[in-house]
């Protein structure tokens, strides 16, 4: 299983970043995924997940209406456009094939300075 995920970076307040997932070594379009964070000095915290159809998507409270998870299942890749970032929002975040992220690539950092 290789799910590498990239579109991190540094951004202000209020800005937009997409993130995007890259995923091989597993029949992708039959698994639910999951986007997971850990923030410095944090446990992992689940963001977002969306069922192996796309057809259903769940949010944390905290990026409910700020982010959008979705998917292409044609070309194997997992997105989450986050948008309104705060700096609350600072992590690492990862692309998962369980909700708890413990089957996981390398993740991607998202900064946010205030």
């Known amino acids: 299983v290789q799910l590498q995920a990239s579109g991190g970076g540094l951004v202000s307040t209020g800005g937009s970043l997409r993130l995007s997932c890259a995923a091989s070594g597993f029949i992708f379009k039959l698994n639910s995924m999951y986007w997971v964070r850990q923030a410095p000095g944090k446990g992992f915290e689940l963001v977002s997940s969306?069922?192996?159809?796309?057809?259903?998507?769940d949010y944390a409270d905290a990026v409910k209406d700020r982010f959008t998870i979705s998917r292409d299942n044609v070309r194997r890749t997992l997105y989450l456009q986050m948008n309104d970032l705060k700096p609350e929002d600072t992590a690492r975040y990862y692309c998962a094939r369980d909700r708890a992220g413990t089957i996981r690539g390398k993740g991607t950092q998202v900064t946010v300075s205030s």
């Open positions: 969306i069922t192996s159809g796309g057809g259903q998507t």
